[in-house]
């Protein structure tokens, strides 16, 4: 109900929905580069895989040599060889 109302809301101002919502906003560089704004923590890490809390849903990066390169409370980055992202509910 609140991210309708959110999302409602973002539409009328003509605002981007992602940062009145607080929903995570993603964006992926080539193959290479991960960054994700809104992210509640990691919930595993390896070079292969990391999986990252997004609040509603979790966010899976698969790939080779991935490595977290800055995280913050708001954002994180990631590098490597990205093979795929993946969003489960």
């Given amino acids: 109900m609140e991210r309708k109302l959110f999302s409602e809301a973002a539409e009328l101002f003509d605002l ?6 607080g929903l995570p906003h993603v964006e992926l560089v080539g193959n290479s580069q991960f960054y994700m704004e ?3 923590g990691i919930l595993s890490y390896s070079g292969e895989e990391i999986a990252i809390n997004g609040d509603a849903l979790i966010v899976r990066v698969r790939g080779t040599g991935l490595e977290l390169v800055s995280m913050t409370g708001e954002a ?3 590098k490597g060889v990205i093979d ?3 969003w489960e509910r």
């Fill in 76 to 78: 994180l980055r990631i």
């Fill in 16 to 21: 981007p929905a992602d940062v009145v919502a």
């Fill in 38 to 40: 809104h992210h509640r």
């Fill in 84 to 86: 795929r992202v993946e």
